[in-house]
């Protein structure tokens, strides 16, 4: 599994409101006894406003940082153009969710287990690590089509949870643009295979 599929996978699973409870059973000509597997963790604990407003200023601060580091290490010039939107574009979006959580009082709440901080760390400790070249401009390119995939997802589901209007309009707000992001990405990505 690629890291970008590992931070995307704990991106999502961060924000997933349920597990399901599966059994199994035993041949009942062997012995007609039934067994039920282990019971799966306990759910996450459902989303609260402040944790929602977290989830989106991380998003938005990372994708923000990486779109400054293609700036610098892109060689492709759709590569560099789609790094300058992301620091423009998703700040603007950081500044909009920072103003609204204080005009709410709200202070953001890491949520119990969240990775994300880590993991774009971790994914910008490799970009920044990895050579200028074709090879960067494609693991940068291709990070942002898996990231911004699981944002959109991660947008749907705090929206659910979202208790507060406000913070569901600007959810609401952002989903256009992050999908206008991926659509992006996913045609720069198709140029550089």
């Given at each position: 599994m690629s890291r970008t599929t590992a931070i995307a996978l704990t991106m999502v699973a961060t924000l997933s409101m349920a597990c399901s409870k599966k059994e199994s059973y035993s041949d009942s000509t062997a012995g007609a006894t039934t067994a039920a597997t282990p019971p799966p963790p306990p759910a996450p604990p459902a989303l609260t406003d402040p944790n929602i407003v977290y989830i989106l200023d991380q998003a938005n601060a990372a994708d923000s940082a990486r779109g400054k580091l293609a700036e610098t290490k892109g060689?492709?010039?759709?590569?560099?153009?789609?790094?300058?939107?992301?620091?423009?574009?998703?700040?603007?979006?950081?500044?909009?969710?920072?103003?609204?959580?204080?005009?709410?009082?709200?202070?953001?709440?890491?949520?119990?287990?969240?990775?994300?901080?880590?993991?774009?760390?971790?994914?910008?400790?490799?970009?920044?690590?990895?050579?200028?070249?074709?090879?960067?401009?494609?693991?940068?390119?291709?990070?942002?089509?898996?990231?911004?995939?699981?944002?959109?997802?991660?947008?749907?589901?705090?929206?659910?949870?979202a208790q507060n209007a406000?913070?569901?309009?600007?959810?609401?707000?952002?989903?256009?643009?992050?999908?206008?992001?991926?659509?992006?990405?996913?045609?720069?990505?198709?140029?550089l295979q």
């Open positions: 060689t492709n010039a759709e590569v560099k153009r789609f790094g300058r939107l992301m620091v423009g574009e998703h700040h603007g979006l950081r500044v909009a969710g920072q103003a609204l959580a204080k005009k709410l009082n709200v202070t953001p709440l890491e949520p119990a287990g969240d990775q994300s901080v880590a993991q774009a760390t971790q994914e910008m400790d490799a970009l920044t690590a990895e050579a200028k070249g074709k090879a960067w401009d494609k693991a940068y390119i291709d990070y942002e089509v898996t990231y911004h995939q699981a944002v959109l997802e991660t947008a749907t589901k705090a929206l659910g949870a406000e913070l569901k309009n600007l959810i609401q707000t952002a989903a256009p643009v992050i999908q206008r992001h991926l659509d992006m990405a996913k045609q720069i990505q198709g140029k």
